[in-house]
């Protein structure tokens, strides 16, 4: 555990954001091999059909996900406050909360994925293999839900290394297991998605034991559960919101599919091989987001709320940096990294395009992503919940739509609606951070003598 409330903010932040960037790069390394394994080994279609699974699982587990970011802020809170006893009871009720959401969410979603898949006009080629995948991958959706949840509740308490431990040792496993079942057995995307339920298992029990056995605060016990219906209420308070943002993205993703779909398997194809490179580019803007709302939520449970400002100039400023990079390597390597993926030429100039188009503007997503974590380190996530909707549905689905449509721009017009919908969101996440309402949202703050805890 960490204490964030004192100390320089920036070596602060960095120091917290290493270990979770470095999960992230093991994690989209994972997701980038996984991708080779299946182009490579099975091909085209293989890779459009799990590539169209990854936003309708992210669309289903985004609600839950963003909920979990509300139990992870009131934990910082508390811990920043000194009240070690809350904290321990905000980890039980979330443990609660998402052994029985786990199994609902698991139910409904293997029960509408056929449905789901002809909403978004899916090529009934690749319907059987996306529902395939799909459907084994949310069967071991609990694992999931453990593992993170576990993760988010330590990245509360200031520890960002152990999570990392155990994600580089489910990442190997995984890995392993993809070059075991696709290659070898011949299990075709089956083998990919029960690569990932075992590993993800493997994470979450082996987490547990080690926690239980080693960790003052995070332990795991069905006999002393306890579900504490204030501490739920406060959560839910910031994560509901947080919830219906990642819910708004996660349909935004799957509506963007749906015009990608227009163009046919080569654009799928590309756009799913192009997105994994897009998301491993986006690593370092959002671990340094996350980062940064531990640190404010932390120095706002300890009545620093003085300390935030600093934070945030110091994590502009080292994400800035590392965006323009990431652009550079991005816009003139593309295709190179597009080949990894597939040696079909038509999906590899379309991938190459997208990187070129959305890579030049990185630092944009940078700046969205960091000025939205002090928003929600302080507990502030209506106003940003309803600045994702407008910047996401109001601008980015309409303009692709409608770009797309347009004969002399094509497919290009999808790839160009997503940097005009980062600069709205920009302008509006930064618009409303100066207005300082976000001081005012804290959930505790520390006062002298309320320590008994510790």
């Not at 470095?22 to 991708?35: C, E, H, P, T």
């Not at 009934?124 to 949310?138: G, R, S």
């Not at 300390?307 to 994400?319: E, H, S, Y």
């Not at 909707?389 to 109001?394: G, V």
């Amino acid at each position: 555990m960490k204490d964030l409330s004192y100390g320089n903010e920036g070596r602060l932040i960095l120091k917290f954001a290493i270990p979770m960037l470095l999960g992230n790069v093991f994690q989209q390394m994972y997701n980038i091999i996984d991708s080779i394994v299946v182009g490579k080994y099975i091909g085209k279609a293989a890779l459009a059909a799990v590539g169209t699974s990854g936003p309708i699982i992210f669309l289903l587990v985004s609600f839950i996900i963003g909920v979990t970011m509300g139990f992870t802020i009131v934990v910082s809170q508390y811990f920043g406050a000194k009240q070690l006893d809350n904290v321990k009871k905000a980890i039980n009720t979330l443990y609660i909360f998402m052994f029985f959401t786990s199994l609902v969410v698991s139910a409904g979603g293997i029960m509408l994925s056929g449905f789901i898949f002809r909403i978004i006009d899916l090529d009934p080629a690749i319907v059987p293999d996306a529902m395939l995948f799909l459907n084994i991958f949310l069967s071991g959706l609990i694992f999931l839900f453990g593992y993170n949840g576990t993760s988010a509740i330590l990245r509360g308490l200031g520890d960002s290394k152990t999570p990392l431990y155990f994600l580089i040792g489910s990442v190997g496993l995984n890995i392993i297991l993809d070059l075991i079942f696709v290659p070898i057995f011949h299990w075709g995307v089956a083998g990919v998605a029960i690569a990932t339920v075992i590993s993800e298992a493997c994470a979450f029990i082996s987490q547990i034991i080690y926690l239980n056995r080693y960790h003052k605060v995070v332990k795991f016990s069905f006999r002393d559960l306890t579900f504490d219906q204030e501490i739920f209420k406060k959560s839910i308070r910031i994560g509901l919101p947080t919830g219906f943002q990642q819910t708004f993205v996660a349909a935004g993703m799957v509506a963007l599919y749906w015009i990608v779909n227009q163009f046919g398997v080569d654009a799928n194809a590309a756009y799913s091989a192009a997105g994994r490179i897009d998301n491993f580019a986006a690593l370092p803007a959002m671990s340094f987001a996350v980062a940064l709302s531990t640190f404010v939520g932390q120095n706002m449970g300890a009545n620093r709320p003085d300390r935030v400002k600093a934070g945030l100039r110091a994590t502009l400023i080292m994400t800035s940096v590392i965006s323009v990079f990431i652009s550079l390597v991005t816009v003139l390597f593309g295709k190179f990294l597009m080949r990894m993926f597939t040696d079909d030429e038509v999906v590899i100039k379309m991938g190459g395009d997208y990187l070129r188009i959305i890579g030049s503007f990185y630092i944009l997503f940078s700046l969205m992503f960091v000025i939205n974590g002090v928003l929600r380190g302080a507990g502030d996530t209506l106003i940003p919940m309803f600045i994702s909707l407008f910047s996401l549905w109001i601008i980015r689905i309409p303009v692709a739509w409608l770009l797309a449509n347009n004969p002399a721009i094509g497919v290009h017009g999808i790839w160009w609606s997503i940097p005009i919908g980062w600069f709205s969101g920009v302008i509006l996440y930064y618009t409303y951070y100066r207005m300082g309402y976000w001081k005012k949202k804290a959930v505790v703050k520390y006062k002298p003598g309320e320590d008994k805890d510790l």
